[in-house]
């Protein structure tokens, strides 16, 4: 799922519970690195040894970089969707899932989310939001 505001950004967190839950490992998520400093940053960072303090480092993000799901595996239990602290996964309403190529079956959800979002019309500013 999507945040709302920005529906091309996942809500996931990359906390990893889907993948750890998974009997099927079914589910592959890769964090997002943290940023790199860029040389302005870098210069105006204090040197390890210098009083005693390291360079602060940036946070990284919570956000997958890569999020992928082997559905020809999956076992269909929903243990990912229930345990999922933001309720980034749910259930589809597909019923009609047909291929005829297994690894048609391999998904990228990153990709098909932004690919959904960009067929999707704007929402309406100010209309249902708090």
């Known amino acids: 799922m999507a945040k709302p505001k920005d529906p091309s950004k996942p809500k996931c967190i990359a906390c990893m519970m889907c993948v750890s839950v998974c009997p099927s490992g079914c589910i592959t998520v890769v964090k997002k690195k943290p940023p790199k400093p ?3 940053e870098e210069a105006q960072a204090k040197p390890a040894g210098e009083a005693g303090e390291a360079p602060a ?3 990284a993000p919570k ?10 595996l999956c076992s ?10 933001v309720s980034s996964l ?10 005829r190529d297994r690894d048609a079956l391999k998904l990228d959800l990153l ?16 209309a249902g939001e708090a």
């Open 76 to 85: 269909q239990c929903g243990l990912c969707a229930e345990n999922c602290p």
């Open 57 to 59: 480092k940036k946070a």
């Open 63 to 72: 956000e997958p970089a890569k999020f992928k799901y082997d559905y020809s």
């Open 90 to 99: 749910s259930f589809s309403s597909n019923i009609y899932l047909v291929v």
């Open 38 to 40: 860029t040389p302005e």
């Open 111 to 126: 990709d098909d989310l932004r690919a959904r979002a960009g067929s999707e019309p704007e929402p309406e500013t100010g």
